[in-house]
């Protein structure tokens, strides 16, 4: 699950190039989706949505009924997803926060990754990384090293 950031489009694509289920989990309201599309088309076309997105793996706050960081969220977004037979160890959670995103998803099993590119988004002190039932499983600085983590290759562009 990665936001608009830098590369994050091109990020995207190799993931759904490389076979993968792709899904997003977030704090949204009803515009969040379209202002994130918006974003990413900045950053150059995009194929559909259902092209990008495995349909039915999004668990949006606002439809949900509740707010991220409620571990809510998460264990509904959990049940979306086995509906498209991926079970939780599958999932790799990206974000930015660690205490009550990536260790809210870690709980549920989820592979976890914290994004610390930006520094004006992350949020996680040293003791937090340092503690064993919040540590994420990777640390990645750039969306890029995703590819890496999930064992695929660029597309030729």
């Known amino acids: 699950v990665v936001g608009p950031a830098p590369g994050a489009r091109e ?3 190799d993931i759904a190039a490389g076979g993968l289920k792709q899904g997003f989990l977030a704090a949204a309201q009803p515009f969040t989706v379209a202002q994130m599309l918006r974003v990413l ?8 949505l259902t092209q990008l997105f495995t349909p039915g793996c999004a668990a949006l706050s606002f439809r949900e009924g509740v707010r991220k960081p409620s571990a809510t969220l998460f264990e509904r977004s959990l049940e979306q997803f086995r509906e498209c037979d991926v079970e939780p160890e599958q999932i790799l959670h990206v974000g930015s926060r660690l205490a009550d995103d990536l260790g809210v998803a870690k709980k549920l099993g989820f592979r976890t990754a914290l994004y610390a590119g930006d520094k004006h988004s992350l949020r996680a002190t040293s003791a937090e990384v340092k503690d064993a039932t919040l540590k994420p499983d990777r640390l990645i600085t750039d ?10 290759a660029p597309r030729d562009q």
């Open 11 to 13: 990020v995207l694509l």
């Open 41 to 48: 088309e900045q950053q150059g076309t995009l194929p559909p």
């Open 143 to 152: 969306l890029a090293q995703l590819r890496n983590v999930l064992g695929i």
